[in-house]
Nanobody, 120 residues
Framework: EVQLVESGGGLVQPGGSLRLSCAAS????????MTWVRQGPGKGLEWVSGINTEGAYTGYADSVKGRFTISRDNTKNTLYLQMNSLKPEDTAVYYCAKSVTAGWVSYDLWGQGTQVTVSS
């Protein structure tokens, strides 16, 4: 089955850290760029970060630059998002998505999302 399954979300205090994972199956993970997108309460979708097939190129939204790190392990078919110095405004459902190319421009497969709540 072609799918993406996120995990690692939870409740964390401001300033804390979390690492999200996205396990891919049913397709050749190493052939596609991947991305993280989030949706905060009452907000639209916000692109967070993207990574190319080999992990050599990454991109970040200004709102997370310097705090979040995207990575991938093609041997484990898994995408990661290391989130440090978390802020209440990072509260959102985080989704991973598979690109249709080696980059991260368009997406054709989404995970179910994992909730991240940043609160004291």
């Amino acid at each position: 089955e072609v799918q993406l399954v996120e995990s690692g979300g939870g409740l964390v205090q401001p300033g804390g850290s979390l690492r999200l994972s996205c396990a891919a199956s049913g397709f050749t993970f190493s052939s596609y760029g991947m991305t993280w997108v989030r949706q905060g309460p009452g907000k639209g979708l916000e692109w967070v970060s993207g990574i190319n097939t080999e992990g050599a190129y990454t991109g970040y939204a200004d709102s997370v630059k310097g705090r979040f790190t995207i990575s991938r392990d093609n041997t484990k078919n898994t995408l990661y998002l290391q989130m440090n110095s978390l802020k209440p405004e990072d509260t959102a459902v985080y989704y991973c998505a598979k690109s249709v190319t080696a980059g991260w421009v368009s997406y054709d497969l989404w995970g179910q999302g994992t909730q991240v709540t940043v609160s004291s």
